[in-house]
């Protein structure tokens, strides 16, 4: 049964730039989930996608958007980098008719320069 | 929002002995979900234990049991013949049964077990 998988592992890009992370659910799962993590804090809420669209998302700019597909999964699109959004991102992901805990990937870690 | 309060950045135990880290969090819903997870250097975030507030029996699974205090709105974790494998942050989470799947994170501790 695969997890939760997430790609690519490492990314650098600069300043300005856009990035596109990926993300495949956890088999059985139809809800995902995206945290961004800074060094040495807790994963704070992106947004959360199911049935292909936006359901609820946290106190993050417009500069991060998303989408989920047909077949669940996910991608997180964050424009205009700044400094700031190094972090480790998570996908987590869920089923809304199962059991209430979420999974995790083992993340992708994306440096600003 | 919901808060997770972690007041204990680091903590450390010696291996074989029991290690309990602190949790509180601040909500005005009655009816939710607490979690521990665990994140090694690996950085993938391992789901350790959960409790559901309307269940007054303490959540165990093997060597770790939480005491949950819905009153005072705390949610430790208890972690008993500790191992070397046990080492990394661990995270304690909320999530509403009402308004949502939003996990709400702790900032962590980082526990050392001592050989």
């Known amino acids: 049964d695969a997890g939760v998988t997430q790609s690519p592992t490492h990314l650098i890009k600069t300043r300005g730039q856009q990035v596109t992370l990926r993300c495949s659910p956890k088999s059985g799962h139809d809800t995902v989930s995206w945290y961004q993590q800074a060094l040495g804090q807790g994963p704070q809420f992106i947004f959360q996608?199911?049935?292909?669209?936006?359901?609820q998302r946290g106190n993050f700019p417009d500069r991060f958007s998303g989408h989920q597909f047909p077949n669940y999964s996910s991608e997180l699109n964050v424009n205009a980098l700044l400094l700031g959004d190094s972090a480790l991102y998570l996908c987590?992901?869920?089923?809304?008719?199962?059991?209430?805990?979420?999974?995790f990937g083992p993340g992708t870690r994306l440096t600003v320069t | 929002a919901q808060t997770v309060t972690q007041s204990q950045p680091e903590m450390s135990v010696q291996e074989a002995e029991t290690v309990t880290l602190s949790c509180t969090y601040d909500?005005?819903?009655?009816?939710?979900?607490l979690f521990w997870y665990k994140q090694p250097p690996s950085r993938q975030m391992i789901l350790v234990i959960r409790?559901?507030?309307?269940?007054?029996q303490n959540a165990t699974e093997n060597r770790f049991s939480v005491n949950f205090q819905k009153a005072a709105k705390s949610f430790s974790l208890k972690i008993s013949d500790s191992q070397l494998g046990d080492a990394a942050m661990y995270f304690c989470a909320y999530r509403s049964a009402i308004t949502g799947n939003q996990f709400y994170f702790g900032t962590g501790t980082s526990l050392t077990v001592i050989p």
């Open positions: 987590a992901s869920s089923s809304r008719t199962g059991a209430y805990e979420q999974y």
């Open positions: 409790q559901e507030a309307y269940k007054q």
């Open positions: 996608y199911y049935e292909e669209e936006e359901r």
């Open positions: 909500t005005s819903e009655s009816d939710y979900y």
